[in-house]
T-cell receptor
Framework: GQNIDQPTEMTATEGAIVQINCTYQTSGFNGLFWYQQHAGEAPTFLSYNVLDGLEEKGRFSSFLSRSKGYSYLLLKELQMKDSASYLCAALDSNYQLIWGAGTKLIIKP | NAGVTQTPKFRILKIGQSMTLQCTQDMNHNYMYWYRQDPGMGLKLIYYSVGAGITDKGEVPNGYNVSRSTTEDFPLRLELAAPSQTSVYFC???????????FGQGTRLTVV
């Protein structure tokens, strides 16, 4: 079956760095997405990786290893507004998105 | 820019009632999707469309129907509502299957 695994919850301190991991098992692979979702709101796009390596976008970076079925989202210089759920989603061979349950990130002052 | 507009935001239905969730986008996207999100679970695809006149089932289509008569609109119909359909529903659109998806604000539906 197809599966996305990511931690349920993580806690970090304001100003610090946090890495949210995601492992995926899909029938075929056409890329991996990260979305941010604040409580009670819709998901918003953060990143898309289809090739191995690190993509940096301001304070957020996303890494992909296709051979390991692994990705991570790296958040630097954490701010209180980064408190949210972070959703990992893999695009399978049929170009369908398989979503993880999300990682709730709690930022403490 | 309006983006993806989804209505209503909240709705309470009685078991057996029917309703339509409206979704419209103004970005001329071909791809549109309906998801449901249950607490502690990932988004589940209900139905999707790759263009006007074309719809297809996702992972959890039972109890739902869709239509896509125009590029802009993609309504979701719930027939004979059941408590298992209590969820938050999101409509989304994207330019391509590998493109960024834009989501509507969500509909919180409770079936009692």
């Amino acid at each position: 079956g197809q599966n996305i695994d990511q931690p349920t919850e993580m806690t970090a301190t304001e100003g610090a760095i946090v890495q949210i991991n995601c492992t995926y098992q899909t029938s075929g692979f056409n890329g991996l997405f990260w979305y941010q979702q604040h409580a009670g709101e819709a998901p918003t796009f953060l990143s898309y990786n289809v090739l191995d390596g690190l993509e940096e976008k301001g304070r957020f970076s996303s890494f992909l290893s296709r051979s390991k079925g692994y990705s991570y989202l790296l958040l630097k210089e954490l701010q209180m507004k980064d408190s949210a759920s972070y959703l990992c989603a893999a695009l399978d061979s049929n170009y369908q998105l398989i979503w993880g349950a999300g990682t709730k990130l709690i930022i403490k002052p | 820019n309006a983006g993806v507009t989804q209505t209503p935001k909240f709705r309470i239905l009685k078991i057996g009632q029917s309703m339509t969730l409206q979704c419209t986008q103004d970005m001329n996207h071909n791809y549109m999707y309906w998801y449901r999100q249950d607490p502690g679970m990932g988004l589940k695809l209900i139905y999707y469309s790759v263009g006007a006149g074309i719809t297809d089932k996702g992972e959890v289509p039972n109890g739902y129907n869709v239509s896509r008569s125009t590029t802009e609109d993609f309504p979701l119909r719930l027939e004979l509502a059941a408590p298992s359909q209590t969820s938050v529903y999101f409509c989304a659109s994207s330019y391509s299957s590998q493109g960024e998806a834009f989501f509507g604000q969500g509909t919180r539906l409770t079936v009692v």
